[in-house]
């Protein structure tokens, strides 16, 4: 249940939550300071508006992307990967076609890369995801059962403890150096490729990011209804802030942590 404190503060600081709080706010101010409050509800109109722009949405996911390459497998590389590790990226919960738990849409896309990449270089696989709110599969196991079924290739390591992608990291690279890999090629959206990769860096694992799902609009989105809000302009919008802020609060705690080591005495000298 400790994880629900951060995802419902994660909810309320990106679109639509964070509109909305401050229209609520604003129409509070309207009691007792009418221009302040007023401006808070028109500022809150006009940011969604924006923010509901496909155009919109997908700059702020390009910005992201942007900051990674999809991965030259035609390149030689002085050290090659040992192994290919696939994040997971949600479950598609008590599907009723299926009659149980599977993978999200998100997941199964990361999993098609991920068997594309071992079939082009015949890496082992490892997939990597937790029951984060006490499921009954941890989604490593679905990840697992996916790949076997649908795709025909058989995981070498299953990670079923992560919850998040900094436990994903400390995770796989207990694993791995067990394994003797130190450098792997790293599977996830290009939207998540810069929070997962500082996440592994910072384990000392040496990560070749390898990106999919990269953003694209269709025509019908390059067009003139580009500059009309939509659904899917928001839902872009917001999952791009959401990885802004995720990374930032990995940033936070881990210069936290390090603050609070350095602040520690220094240990007695051997007498």
Do not use: C
């Amino acid at each position: 249940m400790e994880l629900i404190g951060p995802k419902a503060i994660g909810l309320l600081l990106t679109p639509p939550g964070v509109i909305l709080v401050i229209a609520l706010l604003g129409f509070l101010l309207r009691i007792k300071w009418s221009f302040l409050g007023n401006f808070l509800v028109i500022a809150s109109l006009l940011a969604l508006l924006f923010l509901s722009l496909p155009l919109t949405g997908k700059r702020l996911m390009s910005q992201l992307e942007a900051q990674v390459q999809p991965l030259a497998l035609d390149a030689k590389e002085a050290k090659p990967a040992g192994a290919i590790v696939i994040l997971g990226g949600g479950r598609y919960a008590n599907a009723p076609e299926y009659g149980a738990d599977t993978v999200s849409a998100a997941t199964l896309e990361r999993l098609h890369y991920g068997a594309y990449l071992h079939r082009q270089t015949g890496l082992p696989i490892l997939v990597s995801g937790g029951a984060p709110f006490g499921e009954a599969a941890p989604e490593a196991v679905l990840m697992k059962e996916v790949l076997e079924r649908d795709f025909s290739v058989k995981p070498r390591w299953v990670e079923s403890s992560a919850r998040t992608t900094r436990e994903n990291a400390l995770r796989v690279a207990e694993i791995m150096a067990g394994a003797g890999v130190r450098r792997i090629y790293l599977v996830t959206h290009a939207w998540h490729m810069p929070r997962a990769l500082w996440s592994f860096v910072n384990t000392g694992l040496d990560a070749i990011p390898a990106p999919m799902g990269f953003t694209t609009l269709s025509n019908e989105d390059r067009s003139a209804l580009g500059y009309l809000p939509s659904a899917h302009g928001l839902f872009l919008s917001s999952l791009a802030l959401r990885e802004r802020y995720g990374l930032l609060w990995y940033r936070l705690r881990r210069d936290a942590a390090e603050l609070a080591l350095e602040q520690l005495p220094a240990p007695a000298e051997p007498k």
